[in-house]
């Protein structure tokens, strides 16, 4: 993997009272370092409608954000969803993965690491107290990758060790790259979940050309594993091709005999999904991808997915090879509606509670 | 006064006809200007430049060309002399006379940015920040660009476009296809006609084709099934390009294309009257059908609820539901 190294980094005014700031900058001793105003920072945020577009990855931003660190995950508007919450530090990805939705998503091209990581613990520490009963699966991969930019931010170490001491809370961090050194040692009573976004080998070669091969990645989680880390894997996009059967069926094969099953707590998938202004994005800064050229038609959300058929054809088939490798994983689909779970599944027990469940089931079991 | 303002009449014969290097105009026969002409004579000079032999025509091209359809030996000129200005300045004349009055056409804003560019040496950013919004283009490399190739692209295409037949997008995409095979879908096309609204969606079928196979964008058009439409004779051009989309659309969409035909199928063979209507949902998303009718009294109403439970103790309706 090609380490994420800024060249510039822009720091706002306040965030110079924070240590994730002193911190960050003292790992970056040779890089250009300059204070901004609000004003430049503003349109940065994902919420913000803007056509900033100037500023390209290799431009670092260390800023406060003030809103609301812990959402519900997006896929909450789908017909079963399984009940996941985020919190977004970083916002993001230098990988440049032909399909990723951030670079139409966010306003900003620049990295951004939000410095007032306090403010993240106290609202997560919070919201869990709140509801003692209840268990949280919470993610940091929703608007970056969770730890492709560990070796700068050093957030991993932060975040194992708090959710370690939440008895209802669970992190799982989400990532493609290998940077894993910052898990060792830690004391992560098992509430952290490391997985993988995983593909095909054909599809990490082409698609993914920035992140680690399919072997770096299974290595990565493998050290994860002897370190007692619970494992995930995402098969998120599943994309269709002539001979996607082979390579994904390899690709199921290489992880379940890499790896222990019994330590891998869930499997999602989801079939490649995206607004349609994307296709224009992947047209112009990758001609040679055939991502754009699928069957997909518009569904849930406005989104572009696949014809349902295709979409229950990779699930039915993916689903069947994890469960021969891995009998007792739990399987899901991600942002699907009822129809498709019937027929991915082959039964009728697919309710946001059945799916919730499971998960926390899985999570709290392994 | 930049130059010295010479008027005279000069014979038609001493201009260099074949001379086109400052042409701008698309189209340079005016059927209302000969009739003007006829009447009451030539009535603004054209603009000439003075050689050693012969003049080259600067601007008045479909005066000229009026002129000589009316069997007029002379033709009441300015002279330009080349030491008053350098090529591309008298070039600039030929610009700004046409554009003070009336609008360019795109093939002609093509030509004259062409030229700017390739012949008279202007750099791309002055043509961009200054030339660009006079003929009301945004100030962008990839307009010029654009421009550009369209000046160059296949002459029948050209020809379908100044005929209303292709739209400026259209123009656009075509142009920056390479020649052979703008050559090929030119010829292609002359048997179709495309509305405004489909010409969008068939080039777009016509690239994503090219892209998904690895296929140049003209190769759909010796597909024997194309072919084979383009050779009917007993259709109309717009009928032809119509059966052409629904094939590309097939190419593009087969499984898609595959479940509303089966649905079509199966929805006839259940042999309802034509005022029932059965919709399935959008691209089959999800399983579901939606049922319409309307009666305007019970009468009705029972006649087609009636013909509706006929068809619900069919096995064929249990095959509406598992189209795909």
């Known amino acids: 993997m090609i380490p994420y190294k800024p060249e510039r980094i822009l720091v706002q005014k306040e965030s110079w009272q924070d240590t994730v700031t002193s911190e960050i900058l003292g790992r970056l001793p040779d890089v250009e370092v300059r204070t901004v105003k609000d004003s430049e920072i503003r349109p940065m945020e994902p919420s913000a409608v803007s056509t900033v577009q100037s500023r390209n990855k290799n431009t670092l931003v260390l800023m406060r954000y003030p809103g609301s660190f812990l959402k519900r995950c997006q896929g909450s508007g789908a017909d079963t969803c399984c009940n996941y919450y985020v919190v977004s530090c970083v916002w993001n990805c230098h990988l440049d993965c032909t399909y990723c939705v951030l670079q139409s998503y966010l306003s900003s091209r620049a990295l951004i690491v939000c410095t007032n990581f306090e403010d993240l613990i106290n609202e997560v520490r919070e919201t869990l107290a709140n509801s003692p009963k209840r268990i949280f699966r919470i993610g940091t991969g929703e608007l970056a990758d969770s730890l492709a930019q560990d070796p700068i931010t050093g957030f991993s170490r932060r975040l194992v060790s708090f959710f370690a001491g939440l008895a209802n809370g669970f992190l799982e961090l989400k990532t493609k790259s290998d940077c894993i050194a910052n898990l060792e040692g830690l004391d992560h009573r098992g509430h952290t979940i490391v997985s993988w976004s995983v593909n095909s080998k054909r599809i990490c070669r082409t698609e993914e050309e920035k992140a680690p091969t399919l072997e770096k990645r299974l290595a990565a989680a493998l050290q994860c594993q002897k370190w007692g880390y619970k494992l995930g894997f995402h098969f998120d996009p599943l994309i269709y091709y002539d001979g996607w059967e082979r390579d994904y069926r390899e690709a199921v094969k290489e992880i379940f005999h890499t790896l222990d099953p019994d330590r891998v707590v869930w499997v999602s998938l989801g079939a490649l999904r995206f607004p349609p202004h994307l296709i224009d994005y992947v047209k112009e800064r990758f001609p040679e991808s055939k991502i754009p050229y699928g069957e997909f038609i518009p569904g849930h959300h406005g989104k572009l997915r696949y014809f349902r058929p295709i979409r229950e054809e990779m699930y039915r088939n993916m689903i069947s090879w994890i469960l021969a490798e891995a009998p007792r994983v739990t399987v899901y689909l991600c942002m699907e509606s009822f129809p498709v779970w019937k027929n991915s599944f082959g039964r009728e027990s697919c309710s946001a509670t059945f799916v919730r469940d499971q998960l926390d089931k899985a999570v709290c079991s392994r | ?324």
């Open chain 2, 1 to 324: 006064m930049l130059f010295d303002m010479i008027c005279k009449e000069i014979s038609i014969e001493e201009i260099d006809l074949t001379n086109e290097t400052f042409r701008i105009s698309e189209e340079i026969v005016s059927a209302p200007l000969r009739m003007s002409m006829r009447e009451v004579g030539q009535l603004n000079p054209v603009l000439l430049l003075e050689g050693k032999h012969t003049y080259r025509l600067i601007c008045g091209f479909r005066r000229l060309y009026a002129l000589r359809q009316l069997s007029a030996s002379h033709v009441f000129a300015r002279i330009v002399e080349e030491r008053d200005r350098d090529l591309s300045g008298i070039f600039n004349l030929a610009f700004w006379d046409n554009l003070s009055h009336r609008q360019l056409d795109p093939l002609e804003k093509a030509r004259a940015l062409y030229k700017l560019r390739n012949n008279f040496g202007v750099s791309n950013n002055v043509i961009i920040k200054n030339y660009l919004p006079l003929m009301d283009l945004s100030p962008h490399k990839q307009v010029l660009h654009i421009y550009n190739m369209m000046h160059t692209s296949n002459q029948g295409l050209r020809n379908r476009f100044k005929a209303g037949h292709l739209t400026l997008s259209s123009m656009e995409y075509l142009a920056a296809m390479p020649a052979s095979s703008q050559a090929s879908i030119a010829s292609g096309l002359e048997g179709i006609r495309l509305s405004a609204g489909l010409q969008k969606k068939f080039f777009s079928l016509l690239r994503d084709l090219a892209a998904k196979n690895g296929i140049e964008p003209e190769v759909p058009f010796k597909d024997p099934e194309v072919l084979s439409i383009l050779n009917d004779a007993g259709l109309s051009p717009f009928q032809r390009g119509e059966k052409v989309f629904a094939l590309l659309y097939r190419w593009r969409y087969p499984r898609l294309t595959q479940a509303e035909e089966r649905f079509f199928e199966r929805k006839k063979s259940l042999e309802l009257p034509g005022s029932i209507r059965i919709v399935p949902a959008p691209y089959f998303e999800v399983p579901d059908l939606r049922v319409e009718f309307n009666a305007p009294d019970a009468e009705r109403f029972r006649e087609m609820a009636a013909e509706l439970f006929e068809a619900s103790q069919t096995p064929e309706l249990d095959g509406l539901f598992k189209v795909i």
